[in-house]
C-alpha cells in the first residue's frame, strides 16, 4: 500500500532533518523540517490504517484525515518561506493563518460528499490566494524578495487542489489510489525536496 | 434563511477590509479583521448548510460549530483590543488563551443537551471573566489605558451569553430562528462595526 | 468518583494560582499556572460526566478526552520549563511543538482500542525523546542549565506513559479506577506541586 511506502520514506525523511538540523542551525533556527516530516509521518499512519474515511458518491474513500494534518505540517512550511522571503514577524503570522485556513476549509470540502463541499472548495482557493498575495507583495521597501524558491513553491503546491478536483473528492476522474500515489509525491517534492534544498541552500 | 445572509455580508466585509488594510497599514499591521470576517464566512456557511447541529430537549436545533469558529476570530479580536489598550506581549497572549477557553467552554455548553451543560456555561464564564480582568487591570506604569472602545467590547460581548441562555442552548424561551437574528446582530455590531471603527480611528 | 476530587482540587489551584500569580508577578510574566490548573479542571469535568469515553477490549472504559486537554496544559509547562532553562525563543517554540505532538499522538493511541494503537504510541514516546533531547541539550554558550527543575521533570513526567501502559489503554493490568487515582496523584505532582515550586523559588 502506498501509505505505508509514505509512512516509511517520512520516517526516515524526519531522522535525516533531525541529524542534518542538528548539527547545522545549532541554537537558533527552528527544526521547520523535522516537524513537517513528523506530522507527515503520522498523516500517513492514520491513512495507512484507514482508520477515518469517507466513501465518495462513486464509492470510493476519502482520506479526509490528510488535510487535518496539513494545518500543521504546510503552516510551517510557509512561516519557513515566508522568513527566506524576509516577511516581518506579522506578515509571517498571515501568512500561517491563511495556510491554515486553506487547509481547513480543504478537509471541510473533502469531509463533505454532497454538492456543498465545493463551497469550501471556493473558500480554500480565496484562503490559498490570499496566502499566495501576502507572500508575493512585494514589501515597502522596494526589494521584492521574490526567488525562484517562491515560484517553485506556486507551481508545486498548486497541483494539489487539481489533483483534489480530478480525485474522489472532487469530480472522481482518476481512484483513490492513483489520488494516493499523486499526492504522495507531490508530499516527496514539497516537504523533503523543499527541505534538503533549503538546507544545503544555507 | 439568516445564515445565508450572514454569509454574504461577511464575504463583503472580508473584501472591503482586503481592500482596505492593504491600502492603510502597509507592511507592519496584522490584517485582523479580514480573518475575522473569513473566519465568520466559514461559520455562517456551515450553519447555512447545517453541517452538523444536535436537538435541543424542546425539539430546535442548536448550530454549536458556531462556537468553534469563535475560537479563531474572538481571540484575533481580543489580541486586536489588548493591542490598542498598550498591554505588553504576554497580556496579549493570556488575553487570547482566556478567550479561546471562554469560546471552547462556550462550545461543549452547546454541544451538551443535558443539565451538565451548565458546567461548562460556569467555566466559560469564568474564563470570560479572566479575560476581561486581564483587559481592564490598570498596567503598573499607572496608565488605565481603559478605553472607550473596552467599555464597548465589554457591553456587546457580554449580550453574547444572554442570548446563549435565553436561546435552546438556555432554558429555551426564544426560538432557533430569533436566536439566529440575535447573533447576527451581535456580530455584525462586534465584528464588523468594531473593525471599520478600529479602521478610520487610526 | 476520583474525577470530582479532581475538578474540585484544581478549581481551588486556580484560584490560587491567580492569586499568586496577579500578586506577585505583576505584568511581565505569563500566568502559565493558572491555565494549566484550568485547563485540567476542564479536562477533569469531561471525564467525571463520562462524555466521551470508548470500550477497551477487556470492557473497561478508555477516558482518552484527558489526552486532548494535555495538548493544552502539558505545552504551558514546557514552555515555562524551558524558559527557565533559559532557552532562546525557537527551542521553547520546538519544545511546545514536540509536547503538543506527543500528546496528541498519545490521544489517537488511546481513543484507538485495536493493536494498532502500539504505533501511536510509539510515536508519541518519539516526539517525547524529542521534547526531552531539545530540553536538556546544553546550548552553544557552554552553559548546560541542566537543573534539579529539570530532572524532576524528566522522573515524573515518565510516570505517565508507564501508567498508559499499565491501564486499560495498554496491556489492562490495573482497572481503570486505579488508572485515575494515579494519574491524579501524577497531575497533582507535575501540574500544582511543580507550580508551587516554581512560585516560591522566584
Redesign the interface.
Known amino acids: 500500500m502506498v501509505f505505508w511506502i509514505g509512512v516509511l520514506i517520512f520516517a526516515i525523511s524526519s531522522l535525516m532533518f533531525?541529524f542534518l538540523e542538528n548539527r547545522r542551525y545549532?541554537?537558533?533556527?527552528?527544526?521547520s523540517h523535522?516537524?513537517v516530516s513528523?506530522?507527515t509521518?503520522?498523516s500517513y499512519?492514520?491513512m495507512a490504517?484507514a482508520?477515518a474515511t469517507v466513501s465518495a458518491e462513486n464509492g470510493q474513500p476519502i482520506y479526509w484525515t490528510r488535510w487535518i494534518f496539513y494545518i500543521g505540517s504546510c503552516s510551517i512550511l510557509t512561516i519557513d518561506i515566508a522568513t527566506i522571503a524576509k516577511k516581518?514577524n506579522?506578515?509571517k503570522?498571515?501568512v500561517a493563518?491563511f495556510t491554515a485556513?486553506t487547509m481547513?476549509?480543504g478537509f471541510?470540502a473533502s469531509i463533505?460528499i454532497t454538492l456543498?463541499r465545493w463551497?469550501?472548495f471556493g473558500?480554500s482557493t480565496?484562503?490559498y490566494i490570499?496566502m499566495l498575495y501576502t507572500l508575493f507583495k512585494p514589501?515597502?521597501e522596494g526589494s521584492s524578495n521574490i526567488s525562484s524558491i517562491m515560484w517553485f513553491v506556486l507551481l508545486t503546491w498548486s497541483l494539489f487542489p487539481i489533483v483534489w478536483v480530478l480525485a474522489p473528492t472532487g469530480f472522481g476522474i482518476i481512484a483513490a489510489d492513483v489520488e494516493a500515489i499523486l499526492y504522495l509525491a507531490l508530499d516527496l517534492v514539497t516537504k523533503i525536496g523543499f527541505g534538503i534544498y533549503i538546507s544545503t541552500m544555507r
Open positions: 533531525a545549532r541554537q537558533n533556527m527552528f527544526s523535522v516537524f513528523f506530522f509521518v503520522i499512519f492514520v490504517l482508520l516581518p506579522v506578515k503570522a498571515e493563518v485556513l481547513f476549509c471541510l463533505i456543498d463551497w469550501f473558500l480565496a484562503a490570499g514589501s515597502n
